[in-house]
């Protein structure tokens, strides 16, 4: 069996769990309103937007903004090779996340907490976890430690741009976490597409 088979399995579980996770969510905002604990978990974490704290996520979520992640998608090319070799499916992921997530708050149409304008899925949570999904993936390339530095900080980076995104009163948890399931989907799949096109021409 290649040495890439246990990768090609794991981003398949992802993408299934995480499109599976990202459709059970949809689903449950459209039949259930108000979505069951949304409410509380907003106001418990509300409780921490101290001045300072709103300050720091303010600069955090720069991290789920396309205008930082677009450029940020050149540094993945110069890091790592495997990038620049399949680089039209990282451009595409690029594209794409955007695109679907525009296009999915079209389609559930949940509002925001605080606007009329739609919110599910964050917008800010689906790139954050589709780039850094993207980091989480090549960073198999990397020696072990840093590979593991990386990861976690990749991780660290979602999580923290859904933290911001509440902290600064822009979504409902739960738009948050199908945004991570969303993004994480469309890096799974990404990945695949990118391990395919490796195995074909080699």
Known sequence: MAPSSPRR???CWILLGSAGC???LALAVMLVDPFPGDAAVRLW???Y???AVVQVMRVI???GNWRLLLPGTLLIF????KARARWWVWIALMIAAPAAEGLLKILVGRARPEEASMGFPSGHATAAAAFFGAVVY???ALPARVRVLVRAASILLIALVCFARIILRAHWPVD?????ALGLALASLASLLADRDERATT
């Open 138 to 140: 090549l960073a198999a």
């Open 61 to 63: 979520n720069y991290f």
């Open 9 to 11: 399995g794991n981003a």
């Open 49 to 51: 937007g101290s001045p």
């Open 22 to 24: 990202f459709l059970g």
């Open 78 to 81: 110069f890091v790592f090779p």
């Open 45 to 47: 974490v509300l409780g």
């Open 176 to 180: 948050t976490f199908a945004g991570i």
